[in-house]
């Protein structure tokens, strides 16, 4: 029973365009959300967060879009750069103890 | 720039034997967690720990599995009789706060049962 879903398992961007990943959410508990980054071989690490009280976080190039009537979240990044590619995992959580993670999308940042 | 460290990198084990996976998380925070990610699949949440107990664990961490910190700096994960099912890729995090702080992973630990 997936509660976080990223139907997307890759995207592939030209340098300087805009990288839109999606995820979608079925828990109407969940008030909190994350972005995570993971290059491979490594642990994923922390992007950008959103509370459930916003509905939209931004920071540098990376904004995070919550649409909770939809369950519905996005990140953008713009400009998208070669360093970008990485798989993106998107998280979700109710309690702030436990975090539903999505599959992943698979990001390639074409030069 | 402190960072959560896990060892070994691979571990490769029979089915049955015990297993110890290491963390040594960021030293000034005081929530631990354990995730793994089965090939292929989604990274899943197994256990968080806190004040010396554990605090919320999920269906997956059953009576096979323990966490312990024996130390004040390592935080660790056993099962006890593995299965092949086991075979997955084990995250340690930390982070100083509860709820809404972002967690730093470590770069995972890749466990083999054979």
């Known amino acids: 029973d997936q509660q976080v879903k990223q139907n997307s398992p890759s995207l592939s961007v030209q340098e300087g365009r805009i990288s839109i990943l999606n995820c979608d959410y079925t828990?109407?508990?969940?008030?909190?959300f994350l972005w995570y980054k993971k290059y491979p071989a490594e642990g994923p690490t922390f992007l950008i967060s959103i509370s459930s009280i916003k509905d939209k976080n931004e920071d540098g190039r990376f904004t995070v879009f919550l649409n909770k009537s939809a369950k519905h979240l996005s990140l953008h990044i713009v400009p998208s750069q070669p360093g970008d590619s990485a798989v993106y995992f998107c998280a979700a959580s109710g309690d702030g103890n436990q975090f539903y993670f999505g599959t992943g999308t698979s990001l390639t940042v074409i030069p | 720039e402190p960072e959560v460290t896990q060892t070994p990198s691979h571990q490769v084990t029979q089915m049955g034997q015990e297993v110890i996976l290491r963390c040594v998380p960021i030293s000034n925070h005081l929530y631990f967690y354990w995730y793994r990610q089965i090939l292929g699949q989604k990274v899943e949440f197994l256990v968080s720990f806190y004040n010396n107990e554990i605090s919320e664990k999920s269906e997956i961490f059953d009576d096979q599995f323990s966490v312990e910190r024996p130390d004040g700096s390592n935080f660790t994960l056993k099962i006890r009789s593995t299965k092949l099912e086991d075979s997955a890729m084990y995250f340690c995090?930390?982070?100083?706060?509860?709820?809404?702080?972002?967690?730093?992973f470590g770069p995972g630990t890749r466990l083999t049962v054979l």
């Open positions: 828990n109407s508990m969940f008030d909190y």
């Open positions: 995090a930390s982070s100083d706060m509860d709820s809404g702080n972002e967690q730093f």
